[in-house]
Each structure stands twice: as C-alpha cells, then as structure tokens.
C-alpha cells in the first residue's frame, strides 16, 4: 500500500504546509509493489535482451575455467589468480544487468514521492521500540489490511510462478541437449520470459496500491 515513510495511512487530504512539514520529516508516500514490479519486469526484458551476451560471456568463463596449464594445477596463487580474474569477468559480464536494475530501483522509489532527504526521518525513535504500541499496529485496521494484501500477493505470485513452470517444464527439459552456449542463452531468455510473466501479476497489484 502507498504510505508515507512512517507507515502511518493517509486519512485525509492534507494540506501544502503538511505536506511540506512531511517531506521535511521524510514521511513521504512510497509504494513497495511498484519498485518491486518495476525491477521485475525491466529484469526480465532485460535478461530476454541479453540472453546471447550472458551465453557467450558464461561459455567463455567456463572455457577458460577449465582449460588449466599443469603448471598452474600445483601452484596455489597461479589458481588464486585464476579465480579473482574469473570472479571480475563475471561481474563485468553482469554489470550492465546490474546498473540497469539499480536505475530502476532508484527511478521506481522516487516515482511517486519523489527525492527528499531527512536526517529527521534517518534518526532512531525509541517510540518504535514500544512493544503496545506495536502490537496496537499489528492488529489495527491497517495491520489487518497489509495482512490480507500479503496473503494475496503470495496467492498471487506463486500461481503464477507454478503456472510459468509447468508451461515451461518442457523448455527447462530440452535445455540438457543444447549447446553451452545456446543453453545458456535460451536459459537466460526462459528465466526472462518467466520473470516478465511474473510480474504482471505485480502490475496488478501494484495499479490497487498506488492509488491508496
């Protein structure tokens, strides 16, 4: 559900001087189905677009992995070596999935609030810690709400994660008679796939959150 940052649900319509009041406190509205629909979804185009670079990159990591001079075999930093530049290949080869991601986590979290900085909202609140007052929280109207909401995003996702499955079980299947190469990159662009089709369950769920 959109909230501000304190948790505290909207009840009314506010006005400027509270609103300015609460982005200066950093209580700023936020929605956490939309970040997360937005990550999975641009991942999952993502990965479908790069399934070939992730396959040639992850055959080639693999070839050089395994192609070991005798030499090297016996010799402790030789293969140390070998594993710090198999570990920097990775992450190079993954690096623009993760800028990608990380653009799009920023975009998405400041979509509907958007850039503020607290140093009042960063500061620690022993109120928080007040075991009442939490379970006064739990069991509110809110509480109850956000219990139901999870309930149903759990429903949800795992119907479409299991039915994403069992469409795909026979491409998961074919992929063992592939080449590396093409294995990889068909793996990449199947979990793609199944990410995009994910996330339209969380689009969903994401159009009846931001309103609220």
């Known amino acids: 559900m959109a909230e501000n940052d304190t948790g505290q649900e909207r009840t009314e319509q506010p006005t400027p001087k509270r609103l300015q009041d609460a982005r200066r406190k950093g209580q ?52 140390l070596n070998r594993l710090v530049e198999a570990v920097a290949d990775a992450l190079l080869m993954l690096l623009p999935l993760f800028a990608i991601i990380v653009v799009v986590a920023i975009l998405s979290s400041v979509a509907l609030g958007g850039i503020t900085i607290s140093t009042e909202a960063m500061s620690p609140k022993l109120s928080k810690l007040d075991p009442i007052k939490g379970m ?17 995003k759990f429903v949800l996702i795992g119907g479409a994660t299991t039915l994403v499955l069992w469409l795909s079980l026979d491409r998961f299947i074919a992929l063992s008679g592939m080449h590396l190469q093409q294995g990889i990159a068909a793996l990449g662009n199947l979990v793609g796939w199944s990410l995009v089709l994910i996330s339209t369950t969380l689009i969903l769920i994401a159009l009846v959150d931001v309103p609220f």
């Open 28 to 79: 700023i509205a936020r929605s956490r189905e939309l970040n997360t629909m937005a990550i999975t979804l641009v991942g999952g185009l993502t990965m479908m677009m790069m399934s070939g670079h992730f396959g040639q990159g992850m055959s080639e990591l693999m070839r050089k992995g395994f192609s070991i001079a005798r030499a090297d075999a016996f010799d402790s930093h030789a293969m």
């Open 136 to 152: 006064k929280r739990v069991f509110s109207l809110k509480g109850l709400m956000e219990l139901a909401k999870s309930m149903a």
